[in-house]
């Protein structure tokens, strides 16, 4: 998520910075500095390009920005189970953000109590 957070604060960035045009006809968004080399027509169609008021993308993006970051928030544990057990495997498991790792076989005993263990530690009790 933090990937897909980074993209949009870039893309929020590029709209906040930037005036656009328009083509209504294609459907095609041009920055003014593009608006201005193609003289403010479409380069696709011919047709003249209108301003393109992005408020609303804004408000948008900010909104989504905003509900990531809210969810990044909830630290919710995640313990892998899994039949794979090279070290590859787990630390691509712990490196996405687990907090334990248990392979196949395994104890039923160990792993209530690994997932007991989770619960007390992320309770807010």
Known sequence: MESILK???EQ???EESNMFFYCPSCEFKYTFEEAMDYGFSCPGCGNMLQEFDNGE???DLEG???FLKEELKI???VLFL???STEKDIYRALEAGAV????KPFSLKILLQKTLNLIISTSDV
């Open 64 to 66: 989504q920005i905003r």
């Open 100 to 103: 334990d790792y248990v392979t």
């Open 12 to 14: 929020l960035n590029i």
């Open 7 to 9: 993209e949009l604060r």
């Open 82 to 84: 899994s039949s794979k």
């Open 75 to 77: 630290n919710v544990p």
């Open 57 to 59: 993308l804004i408000k």
